[in-house]
């Protein structure tokens, strides 16, 4: 079938038709996704902050721990009762359940009992559990970062494709030769194919 100028013409119509259209879907994908990475950045920056916080919480409440812990075993060592009274009162809430364990293995008696209530399962700061929480959710949200981030450059890549398309076709109509035009043509065609190809992948793939 002989391919004459006016079939050259609506295939270069249809072409530039798909092409304006897929270009502007990938424009706004990448705007999207940008987006998405802008808020998963802020959102890691932000719980990581939040888990030094409460990292540096938990290291002060254990310094107080073990600064009243001592005290109370000098003043028990010293046989004044009223003083560790003082600092057996004045544990946290974190702390006493592992000290009464301790306790209850006899250390005084027992050679194989933990040498601290430190060393106690039941010694669980409450701020170093939620500074790995948010730590683990900063990380979730750095994946997040990174996903968006090459999602957002593959539909730029893609944009650029069809961007590249649209002016092949574009200059194809200033040529009189049929074989520059169909040239330039197939070349647009192969580029928006492969523009629509990976962003079908991408569609879905997310």
């Known amino acids: 079938m002989q391919i004459t100028d006016r079939r050259i013409e609506i295939y270069t119509s249809i072409v530039l038709a798909i092409t ?20 998963a950045a802020q959102a ?7 888990a030094t916080v409460a990292s540096t919480r938990a290291g002060q409440m254990s310094i107080v721990d073990v600064m009243t812990f001592t005290n109370w075993l000098n003043a028990t060592s010293a046989q004044d009762t ?37 060393a106690m ?38 944009t650029v494709l069809f961007a590249t398309t649209l002016f092949l076709c574009s200059m194809a109509g200033r040529f009189d030769g049929r074989a520059i ?11 928006m194919l492969a523009g629509l190809i990976n962003a079908v992948v991408m569609a879905r793939a997310w």
Do not use: H, M
Request: aromatic share 12%.
């Open 82 to 118: 009223e003083l560790a009274d003082f600092y057996r009162a004045r544990f946290t809430n974190a702390f006493l359940p592992a000290f009464e364990a301790w306790l209850a293995t006899k250390p005084l008696e027992n050679p194989d009992a933990p040498k601290s209530p430190f």
């Open 20 to 39: 304006s259209l897929l270009t502007a879907w990938c424009a706004y994908q990448a705007s999207a996704w940008s987006s998405n990475q802008a808020t």
């Open 121 to 158: 399962e039941e010694y669980q700061q409450s701020e170093f559990s939620k500074a790995i929480e948010l730590e683990r959710q900063a990380n979730a949200q750095g994946e997040a970062f990174a996903i968006a981030n090459a999602t957002s450059t593959a539909y730029v890549r893609n």
């Open 44 to 50: 890691a920056g932000r719980l990581r902050t939040e």
């Open 181 to 191: 035009k169909l040239g330039l043509l197939g070349l647009g065609t192969v580029l």
